[in-house]
C-alpha cells in the first residue's frame, strides 16, 4: 500500500477527531515545506513530499516504490540501515543522497517511528551550511596559522638579520685583509662563510613563504605575480611530489593577476596535492606533475596536470561538488576543489577540468590579467647607490641589541647611534630636536611600537618623519599592516633580514637626495 498524503491520514493511518480544515492545512505546509518529508515501509518510499523529489531531480510519484537506497551512495548505505532500524540511539543524523547525475545533497535527517512499520524521515539540505561552515573554519584556521606564522617570523627574522649581517661583515674583512690571511686560507674562509650565508637565505625564504600562505587579510586583493605563487605552493607540496612523480614547470613571464596572496595559494597547493595523491608513491620515474603558466586573451591561465588514471567520465562534472572526493576514507573532506572554485570565481576567474582514464587529469584556472602599471619593490639597486655622501648622523631604534650593531658596524662611515627601545627613542629625539639625518625604527617593540614614535615625532618634530625608514621582520596586527602599506610607496620601508650592503646603498641614495625608486619611474 501506498500513501499520497490524503486529506484524513497520517501515516497512513485514519485520524479521527481532527478538523478537516486544519489537516488540509497539514497537507499544503508538507507539500510546501522547504524540508523534505517522507514515509518509507521497509526502505521503499511510500511518500514523497516535492522538496525531497527536487533534490533527487524526479517527480514524487515516480519516487514511490522505489528503494530510499537507490539514491544513497553505496559507502554510506550499510550504516544508514542500522540507523533506520533503530540501532543507532540518534534520531538525527546526517546522510547524502544523490539525484540522477550523481550530485549529492548533504541531509539532516530526523527519523520518526509512526508504528505499522512505517518510518517518517525529514531532511534538511545541509550542504550550503556545511560549505559556509567549512569556509569559515578554514579562514579561521588560517587565520590563527597566520597570526603564529606572522610572530614566527618575527622572532626567526630577528636574529636572522644579525647572523645575515654579521656573515656579511665577516666576509668583507675576510677580503679586506687577503694579504694578511693568504690566498688559501682566505678562499677558505669565503666558502665557509658563503655556505652560512646561504644555510640562512634558506631560513628566511622557509619563513616568508609559511608567513605568505598565512596572511589574515584574505579579503584583500592585490597585485599578484603567479609564477611567485606557484614556486612557493610547489615548495610546499614537494614532500608529496617528489616520492610520486618528476615535477615539470613551464611559467610564462608577468602572468599578473589581482587577487589574494594567501587564497590563490591555497587554490595552487590544493591541485598540486590533488595531482600529488592521484599518483601512486614509488614510482616518481614514471609519472609526471605538470604546472604551467600562460598569457592570453586577457587571461592568466594556469594549468596542472598529472600523468594519473584519470576521472571516470560519470564523476567528471562533481569534482567540483561539495563533499565529492575520490580520495580514500580519511584524505579528503571532498571541500578542497568546492572551495577552490568559490575561491576562482571571487576572483573574477573559472576553473575547468579534463580528463581521460589511463592518461591522466588537467584543470586550468584562467584569472583575468591584471591592468599593467608601475609596481616597485621596498628598494632596489638605483644608479646613484654609489653616490659619495658626508658622513651623517643616524638614529638605530631597536629592542634587539644585536640588531642595532650589526648596522651600526654596517655603517661605520657615519654617527650611528642607538635606542634600545621606543621610549629611549622619543628621549633622544626630544633631546637633540630630532637633528638625524636618518632615522631606523623597528616596526614592532614592546611597550612603544615603532607607529607611537612616529606618532609622537609627527606631533612634536614637524618635518622629521621624511626621515624614518621602518624596519619590519613579520607584520602580524591590522594596524602595523595598515601603517606599513601607508609608507610603502614612499620607499621608507626595510624587510628583515637584510642585506647590508643594500643598506648602505639605499643610505647612501636618501642622503644624497637621488629620487626614490617611484620618483625614478616617473611617478610623483
Given at each position: 500500500m501506498t500513501c499520497a498524503m490524503p486529506r484524513r491520514r497520517v501515516g497512513c493511518r485514519p485520524v479521527t477527531g481532527v478538523d478537516e480544515d486544519l489537516v488540509d492545512a497539514l497537507a499544503r505546509l508538507v507539500e510546501r515545506s522547504v524540508d523534505g518529508m517522507v514515509l518509507l515501509r521497509g526502505s521503499s518510499y511510500a511518500y514523497v513530499n516535492p522538496a525531497w523529489a527536487k533534490w533527487l531531480g524526479a517527480s514524487p510519484e515516480a519516487l514511490v516504490g522505489r528503494s530510499l537506497f537507490d539514491?544513497?551512495?553505496?559507502?554510506?548505505?550499510?550504516?544508514?540501515?542500522?540507523?533506520?532500524?533503530?540501532?543507532?540511539?540518534?534520531?538525527?543524523?546526517?546522510?547524502?543522497?544523490?539525484?540522477?547525475?550523481?550530485?549529492?545533497?548533504?541531509?539532516?535527517?530526523?527519523?520518526?517511528?509512526?508504528?505499522?512499520?512505517?518510518?517518517?524521515?525529514?531532511?534538511?539540505?545541509?550542504?550550503?551550511?556545511?560549505?559556509?561552515?567549512?569556509?569559515?573554519?578554514?579562514?579561521?584556521?588560517?587565520?590563527?596559522?597566520?597570526?603564529?606564522?606572522?610572530?614566527t617570523a618575527h622572532e626567526i627574522n630577528n636574529p636572522l638579520t644579525y647572523?645575515?649581517?654579521?656573515?656579511?661583515?665577516?666576509?668583507?674583512?675576510?677580503?679586506?685583509?687577503?694579504?694578511?690571511?693568504?690566498?688559501?686560507?682566505?678562499?677558505?674562509?669565503?666558502?665557509?662563510?658563503?655556505?652560512?650565508?646561504?644555510?640562512?637565505?634558506?631560513?628566511?625564504?622557509?619563513?616568508?613563504?609559511?608567513?605568505?600562505?598565512?596572511?589574515?587579510?584574505?579579503?584583500?586583493?592585490?597585485?599578484?605575480d603567479v609564477n611567485r605563487v606557484v614556486d612557493e605552493s610547489v615548495n610546499m607540496a614537494f614532500t608529496e611530489i617528489r616520492h610520486r612523480a618528476r615535477l615539470q614547470k613551464e611559467l610564462c613571464e608577468d602572468p599578473v593577476v589581482q587577487a589574494n596572496e594567501a587564497r590563490l595559494g591555497q587554490v595552487v597547493l590544493n591541485l598540486l596535492l590533488n595531482a600529488a595523491h592521484a599518483l601512486p608513491e614509488g614510482q616518481a620515474d614514471q609519472n609526471f606533475i605538470r604546472v604551467g603558466t600562460r598569457v592570453a586573451d586577457g587571461f592568466v591561465r594556469l594549468e596542472v596536470t598529472d600523468s594519473g588514471p584519470g576521472i571516470p567520465p560519470e564523476l567528471l562534472g562533481r569534482v567540483f561538488d561539495s563533499f565529492f572526493t575520490t580520495k580514500p576514507v580519511g584524505i579528503g573532506t571532498g571541500l578542497g576543489l568546492s572551495i577552490a572554485h568559490s575561491?576562482?570565481?571571487?576572483?573574477?576567474?573559472?576553473?575547468?577540468?579534463?580528463?581521460?582514464?589511463?592518461?591522466?587529469?588537467?584543470?586550468?584556472?584562467?584569472?583575468?590579467?591584471?591592468?599593467?602599471?608601475?609596481h616597485s619593490p621596498s628598494w632596489r639597486p638605483h644608479p646613484d647607490d654609489a653616490a659619495e655622501v658626508q658622513r651623517?648622523?643616524?638614529?638605530?631604534?631597536?629592542?634587539?641589541?644585536?640588531?642595532?650593531?650589526?648596522?651600526?658596524?654596517?655603517?661605520?662611515?657615519?654617527?650611528?647611534?642607538?635606542?634600545?627601545?621606543?621610549?629611549?627613542?622619543?628621549?633622544?629625539?626630544?633631546?637633540?630636536?630630532?637633528?638625524?639625518?636618518?632615522?631606523?625604527?623597528?616596526?614592532?617593540?614592546?611597550?612603544?611600537?615603532?607607529?607611537?614614535?612616529?606618532?609622537?615625532?609627527?606631533?612634536?618634530?614637524?618635518?622629521?618623519?621624511?626621515?624614518?625608514?621602518?624596519?619590519?621582520?613579520?607584520?602580524?596586527?591590522?594596524?602595523?599592516?595598515?601603517?606599513?602599506?601607508?609608507?610603502?610607496?614612499?620607499?621608507?620601508?626595510?624587510?628583515?633580514?637584510?642585506?647590508?650592503?643594500?643598506?648602505?646603498?639605499?643610505?647612501?641614495?636618501?642622503?644624497?637626495?637621488?629620487?626614490?625608486?617611484?620618483?625614478?619611474?616617473?611617478?610623483?
Open positions: 539514491q544513497v551512495p553505496e559507502e554510506d548505505r550499510a550504516s544508514m540501515k542500522q540507523w533506520l532500524a533503530g540501532e543507532d540511539s540518534e534520531d538525527v543524523a546526517e546522510y547524502r543522497i544523490l539525484n540522477g547525475r550523481g550530485r549529492a545533497t548533504l541531509l539532516q535527517v530526523n527519523r520518526v517511528d509512526l508504528g505499522d512499520g512505517t518510518l517518517g524521515l525529514v531532511g534538511r539540505d545541509m550542504t550550503r551550511q556545511k560549505r559556509s561552515q567549512a569556509k569559515l573554519l578554514l579562514a579561521d584556521r588560517m587565520m590563527s596559522v597566520g597570526a603564529l606564522a606572522a610572530g647572523v645575515q649581517g654579521n656573515i656579511g661583515f665577516a666576509l668583507e674583512e675576510v677580503r679586506a685583509n687577503r694579504e694578511i690571511l693568504g690566498p688559501e686560507k682566505t678562499e677558505e674562509m669565503e666558502e665557509a662563510l658563503h655556505e652560512a650565508h646561504e644555510g640562512a637565505e634558506r631560513v628566511r625564504v622557509i619563513v616568508r613563504r609559511l608567513h605568505a600562505f598565512s596572511r589574515a587579510d584574505q579579503e584583500e586583493l592585490r597585485r599578484i575561491i576562482v570565481t571571487d576572483f573574477g576567474g573559472r576553473i575547468e577540468v579534463s580528463s581521460s582514464l589511463g592518461e591522466g587529469t588537467r584543470f586550468e584556472v584562467f584569472l583575468p590579467l591584471a591592468d599593467q602599471e608601475a651623517a648622523q643616524l638614529l638605530v631604534i631597536d629592542d634587539e641589541p644585536l640588531i642595532a650593531a650589526a648596522l651600526k658596524r654596517a655603517l661605520k662611515d657615519h654617527d650611528v647611534q642607538v635606542a634600545g627601545s621606543g621610549r629611549d627613542a622619543i628621549e633622544m629625539l626630544a633631546q637633540c630636536q630630532g637633528a638625524y639625518d636618518l632615522i631606523f625604527c623597528d616596526l614592532m617593540m614592546p611597550d612603544l611600537t615603532g607607529m607611537d614614535v612616529f606618532e609622537w615625532s609627527q606631533a612634536n618634530l614637524p618635518g622629521i618623519q621624511e626621515r624614518f625608514v621602518f624596519m619590519t621582520g613579520g607584520i602580524f596586527t591590522p594596524r602595523a599592516q595598515g601603517f606599513l602599506d601607508s609608507v610603502r610607496h614612499e620607499n621608507r620601508s626595510i624587510q628583515k633580514p637584510f642585506d647590508l650592503e643594500e643598506v648602505r646603498k639605499y643610505v647612501r641614495r636618501r642622503l644624497s637626495g637621488a629620487p626614490t625608486a617611484e620618483q625614478s619611474d616617473g611617478d610623483t
